[in-house]
Each structure stands twice: as structure tokens, then as C-alpha cells.
């Protein structure tokens, strides 16, 4: 198939609001892909190249966009081979030449459309959240397949480009036996929110009520001694964690999958801030903060698949295989002992609770109502959209951030833009400070004298007291208070909050 099909698939999908024109659309593609076609172009159609991280940045992109084509020639096939080349060319001298090299013979031969595409494909910078749902609704059309069954091959293999060519090329049964595989990550769990412990508890009846540890989450498979561990992206970070592949090792099982929390204590049991694990997942990982893993699930003990077991039968397998790494909590269906642990573990230093109806199986990649959080201070993750300079003490550096809310239907611009919401220069340390500045330009779309706008892809945890109405900003919404908490390196944009998320907070 020529690229150009799934480029103009791709601007029927953004520039409609109708989900089943969506679907339409995209299963009408599917089901016209080779079967060899179908991985490569469900990686371009959700900015998830099959091949992973390309290593090529903004400016690279910039400088290799030079004369398009005037018809489109490119293949899917061509395309997807040139990304390999990109992909596979070693860090090293000469290397980013021979990048732009290869980059400008696959641009020279695509359209200015197509040109378009590839470079949002190369920087990952697709506004694809809500695109991941639409099609696994197309692949269970294009395919014959209930979605059901499409999603759950999805979760569990972690693999959107894997499950369409399944479902489209193998039998029914094929796509129901995809399974856990001890060493592959599932997507995990997530949580919807409750204002309070009494409306969680209310939404979930009995639950086990967990404390909220503010650490970053990991998924850990061990076979035999072989363990690997995962972020919530799926990312494999093995080896910047020893010690909890160690905790791992020495569980009395031959194989397991576990889902936790991992944190660093200071001298006296009490968390450290977030900043100081996230740096253990990041490039430069100190060796400062020693890390230890909480658990609160388990996917797969010794050849048995867990998921679909109820949390209570889960938290039994976790208390018999890892009693001393488990989550505190308490399993309660009186709101007035789930209040408790929320006290509880506020008085420790962490963040809230995570409520879960005790009966419920494990929904792999799924927001659901079966796990609930509660946390009392109201924290929003927003995407930067540009930076100021600052002055005084901050001249010189990248400080004040404007702050974007994620517009998924195209409200208020264009389905899934950033609509902004507000500044601040607040919370931001020196470090943070420094990283920005050298971060921002790499990012750089545009710039006047005093400000630097870069491309929507960084998100930011922010603590704000509220918000009230705005009549500067097109949502209609400003943040009251906002203060910076973290760079959120694990979350991807289109995993932002939303513009509604915020506007409800004015009738609250
Ligand atoms: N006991 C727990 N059970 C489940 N998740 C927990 C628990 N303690 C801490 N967490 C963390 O809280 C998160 C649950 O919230 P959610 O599913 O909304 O993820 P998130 O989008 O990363 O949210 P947040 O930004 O609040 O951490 C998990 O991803 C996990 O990292």
C-alpha cells in the first residue's frame, strides 16, 4: 500500500469528530494492509513506530525537511525499512550525519503531507491517546472480531501493531489465546478518582484500602532467576534497579509477574521525594537513593495466569509469596476505617489511598471504576506549551511555564491540542531550573524576545488550590495557585488531564 493512503487516513481521523467516522475510516485501511503492512502502519497511525525511538530530535527533522516530492511514491514497506536504517544506525562519531543522511533520501521522496507525517511519526509526537481506542474499535471491525477480545490481546501483549495483524491474518482463536508471558510487560491497572474516602469506598463497596505511595510503578517478571523490571510505559529498566530485582530473586517461587510501587526511604522509614527515584529511572542515575519495591498485585504465580481471580484471591498469593514488600492496607467495606488508613498514611508522608473493590479482576490498561485514589491535594498533570525567561535572580534561565490541558474532542481547537490554562515560575528548583534551559530549545517550535515555545510533548505534575473562570484563556478556565511538583517523565502527553477535567472543578 502506498504511505499516502495512511496519510490521508490519518487527516480523515483528525479532522473528524465522529468517533464511528473514525472507526470507519481506519478499519477501511486495515482491511486493505498486506499482512506484512499492518504492524509498520498501525506504528505510524498512533506515532508508535514498530521500531521504537528513533533518535532523531526536532532539529534533525527541521534540517532534513527540504523539497518535496510532487506525487506520492513511497510505500508503507519503504517507509517502515527506512525507519529501520534510522533506527539502526549507532550512536558514535559521524553518526547523527549519517542519521540526516538517511533521514533526507526517505524525505526527498515524500510529499509535503507525507513529509508532515514522518516527522511527527519520527519524534513520536502524535496526538494519539484517544486514537489508541478508536482503533482497537476499527481492528475488531476490520478484522470480525469482538472488541472484547481485540482489547484484551492489546493489553496483555502490550503490542497494538502485534494484535491487528493477529486478529486481521489468525483465527479467533488465535487472538483468545494470546495470553501473559512471564517476561513480556501488560499494561497496567489504573485508578479513576474520588474526592473523598467515603465516595471511593461508596463506588467499590468492600475494598481493599491501600496507602498511595508517591514513588514510580514498576512491573517485575521473574523466571527461574532471570528477572526483569518495567515502567508504567512498558519501558525495561532492569538494570538501574539491582535491589528490587534482588527482593525479586529471592521470592520462594519458580515464576511470577508483580505490579508495585517502588520509593526511596530516607533514615527513618519516612518517602523521599519523588524527584529523587525518578532519577534513578532517568539517563543520569545516581546511586544515592536506595530503592525499594511495595507491591499491591500479582498477575502470574508458578504457570497460573491471576487476572481474572478476584483482588482477594491476588492479595492471598501476595501475602504468601512477598509478605514483607506489600503495600500497607486494609481490606474494609466501613468508610470509617478506610478514613483511617487515608489518615494513616497522610501521617507518613504519603500521598492519599488507592480504594479497590475487593472482588474485582485485573483490568490490564484500563482506567476503570474498580480502583479508586483519593488524594487531598489536587495535583494536575498539564503539558508545557512554552517557557519565559526569566528575570532578576532567574535571568539567563528558561523559568516561567505556560500550561496546556489536553482537549481531547477538539472543544476548543483542534481534537487532541492543548488548550492553556495558566503559568508559573513557582516550585521550580535550581535543577529544574538548569534542566529546562537546556531541554526547551532542543524542543524549540518557535521564539520571541522573551519567550521560547517548544513542542507539547513535556508533561509536568502540577499542585494548584483551585481554579476560577478566565476570560484570557480560550477554556475558559484558570489555575488558582499552580505550583510545579515534577517533571512527569513517565506519562505521555495525550495522557495529560483534560480541559473538562479542569472546567468541572468550577462547578465544584
Ligand atoms: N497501592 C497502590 N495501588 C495502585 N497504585 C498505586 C498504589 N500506590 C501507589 N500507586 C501509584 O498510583 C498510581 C495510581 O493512579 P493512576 O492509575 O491514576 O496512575 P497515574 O496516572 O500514574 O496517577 P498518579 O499521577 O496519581 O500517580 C499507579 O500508577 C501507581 O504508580
Not at 547523527?96 to 521522496?109: C, D, I, M, V, Y
Amino acid at each position: 500500500m502506498r504511505f499516502d493512503e495512511v496519510v490521508q487516513t490519518a487527516e480523515t481521523v483528525a479532522s473528524t469528530r465522529s468517533r464511528l467516522a473514525k472507526v470507519d475510516a481506519l478499519a477501511g485501511l486495515l482491511a486493505r494492509l498486506e499482512p506484512d503492512e499492518i504492524a509498520p502502519a498501525v506504528g505510524f497511525l498512533t506515532g508508535k513506530p514498530r521500531q521504537g525511538r528513533i533518535g532523531v530530535g526536532w532539529r534533525g527533522i527541521g534540517a532534513a525537511m527540504g523539497d518535496a516530492a510532487d506525487a506520492p511514491t513511497l510505500d508503507v514497506l519503504d517507509v517502515d525499512a527506512a525507519l529501520d536504517r534510522l533506527a539502526s544506525v549507532e550512536a558514535g562519531t559521524g553518526s547523527s550525519a549519517e542519521r540526516a543522511g538517511a533521514l533526507r533520501a526517505l524525505t526527498a521522496r515524500a510529499t509535503a503531507a507525507e513529509q508532515d507525517l514522518l516527522a511527527r511519526i519520527i519524534l513520536g509526537e502524535l496526538r494519539t491517546g484517544a486514537l489508541e481506542g478508536v482503533l482497537l474499535d476499527a481492528i475488531a471491525r476490520a478484522a470480525d472480531r469482538p472488541v472484547a477480545s481485540v482489547r484484551r490481546a492489546a493489553m496483555l501483549s502490550g503490542d497494538l501493531g502485534d494484535t491487528a495483524r493477529l486478529a486481521l491474518t489468525g483465527t479467533a482463536a488465535d487472538l483468545d489465546a494470546v495470553g501473559l508471558v512471564v517476561g513480556r510487560p501488560v499494561l497496567p491497572m489504573l485508578a479513576a478518582t474520588a474526592p473523598t474516602v467515603a465516595d471511593a469506598v461508596g463506588q467499590t463497596g468492600e475494598a481493599s484500602v491501600e496507602f498511595k505511595l508517591d514513588g514510580a510503578r514498576i512491573q517485575a517478571h521473574r523466571r527461574g532467576d532471570e528477572v526483569r523490571v518495567f515502567t508504567r510505559n512498558l519501558a525495561d529498566i532492569t538494570h538501574r534497579l539491582p535491589e528490587v530485582v534482588e527482593v525479586v530473586r529471592g521470592l520462594p517461587v519458580e515464576s511470577a509477574i508483580l505490579d508495585g510501587e517502588t520509593l526511596s526511604l530516607d533514615e527513618h522509614g519516612a518517602p523521599r521525594p519523588f524527584q529523587d527515584t525518578m532519577a534513578r529511572f532517568g539517563a543520569d542515575a545516581s546511586r544515592e537513593a536506595v530503592l525499594h519495591p511495595w507491591f499491591f498485585d500479582v498477575l502470574h504465580v508458578d504457570g497460573r495466569d491471576l487476572i481474572d481471580e478476584p483482588l482477594a484471591a491476588r492479595l492471598a498469593e501476595l501475602e504468601r509469596i512477598a509478605p514483607d514488600h506489600r503495600i500497607p492496607g486494609v481490606v474494609t467495606a466501613d468508610a470509617a476505617i478506610a478514613e483511617q488508613v487515608s489518615r494513616d498514611a497522610l501521617g507518613a508522608g504519603h500521598e492519599g489511598v488507592v480504594v479497590k473493590a475487593i472482588e474485582s479482576p485485573y483490568a490490564a490498561g484500563r482506567r476503570g471504576s474498580s480502583w479508586v485514589k483519593v488524594k487531598p491535594v489536587h495535583t494536575y498533570d498539564l503539558v508545557v506549551l512554552a517557557c519565559e525567561w526569566g528575570s532578576g535572580r532567574r535571568t539567563g534561565w528558561l523559568s516561567n511555564l505556560h500550561l496546556g490541558a489536553l482537549d481531547p474532542d477538539g472543544e476548543f481547537g483542534e481534537p487532541g491540542g492543548f488548550v492553556m490554562v495558566g503559568k508559573t515560575f513557582k516550585g521550580l528548583t535550581d535543577d529544574l531550573l538548569r534542566w529546562q534551559t537546556e531541554r526547551f530549545p532542543e524542543i524549540e517550535v518557535r521564539r520571541t524576545a522573551g519567550t521560547v515555545w517548544v513542542a507539547p510533548v513535556t508533561v509536568v505534575e502540577i499542585a494548584i488550590d483551585g481554579v476560577q473562570r478566565s476570560t484570557r484563556y480560550p477554556g475558559g478556565v484558570a489555575l488558582r495557585f499552580a505550583r510545579v511538583k515534577q517533571y512527569r517523565d513517565d506519562k505521555r502527553p495525550e495522557e495529560a488531564d483534560t480541559i473538562q477535567t479542569l472546567r468541572a472543578l468550577l462547578r465544584g
